[in-house]
């Protein structure tokens, strides 16, 4: 089995920062994609960011220029900094992983989520 734990989130005020960490393990034998997704309440999940593993990263276009993604492959861990919050940048963060297992192929596999709030 494969594990994402997420940590970092929590409550800042509009205008500060937050960094959430997401550490994988399990049975992995190579991490092909990591990133963050974000789920508000009433609304769908959508991405924030990627990353691959040689460090190509996408971000959703309303993050472009607040957020910035990376990884350290040796630690199988994916972090977000996440600078100048909106209210609206309020959700729950779920941490992405695509994954590639001994013997099993590849497969998508999702943190339990760490919330983030941004009062005003």
């Known amino acids: 089995q494969v594990q994402l734990v997420e940590s970092g989130g929590g409550l800042v005020q509009a205008g500060g920062s937050l960094r959430l960490s997401c550490a994988a393990s399990?049975?992995?034998?190579?991490?092909?994609?990591m990133g963050w997704y974000r789920q508000a309440p009433g609304k769908q999940r959508e991405l924030v960011a990627t990353i691959t593993s040689g460090g190509t990263t996408n971000y959703a276009d309303s993050e472009k220029g607040r957020c910035s993604i990376s990884r350290d492959n040796a630690k199988n861990t994916v972090y977000l900094q996440m600078n100048s919050l909106k209210p609206e940048d309020t959700a729950v963060y779920y941490c992405y992983a695509k994954v590639t297992r001994w013997g099993l192929g590849m497969s998508d596999y999702w943190g339990q989520g760490t919330q983030v709030t941004v009062s005003s």
């Open positions: 399990g049975s992995i034998l190579r991490i092909n994609a």
